[in-house]
Nanobody
């Protein structure tokens, strides 16, 4: 599974960003997807996840109401719309996919469920 994330950058508090992740290597529409982030000095965590069909989602409490995960199975792409960004959202954001045995399932909210990670994209939010 290959995952390539785009869309990070430097923004000010209150701004918005949209991350995109292009997936390849297996049938994208059969699997849930997730966005994980790792802030400096902290363990990575799952900020948002979506099931295979897009009808079920999960959000970490810290981003509920501000972030939206979505997917376009025709384009093999998952998105993370981030609004009202805060300095504490500063992190490297990773697109991630669960194991090959998890077809037609999700969303998964533990980092342990994601053996496949993309290269990461840095989001920096200044105050």
């Amino acid at each position: 599974v290959q995952l390539q994330a785009f869309g990070g950058g430097l923004v000010q508090a209150g701004d918005s960003l949209r991350l995109s992740c292009a997936a390849s290597g297996r049938t994208f529409s059969r699997y849930g997807m997730g966005w994980l982030r790792k802030a400096p000095g902290k363990e990575p965590d799952v900020v948002a996840a979506i099931n295979w069909s897009g009808q079920s989602t999960y959000y970490a409490d810290s981003v509920k109401g501000r972030f939206t995960i979505s997917r376009d199975n025709a384009k093999n792409t998952v998105y993370l719309q981030m609004n009202s960004l805060k300095p504490e959202d500063t992190a490297v954001y990773y697109c991630a996919a669960p194991s090959d045995s998890t077809t037609y399932n999700g969303p998964y909210y533990s980092t342990n469920e994601y053996p496949y990670w993309g290269q990461g994209t840095l989001v920096t939010v200044s105050s």
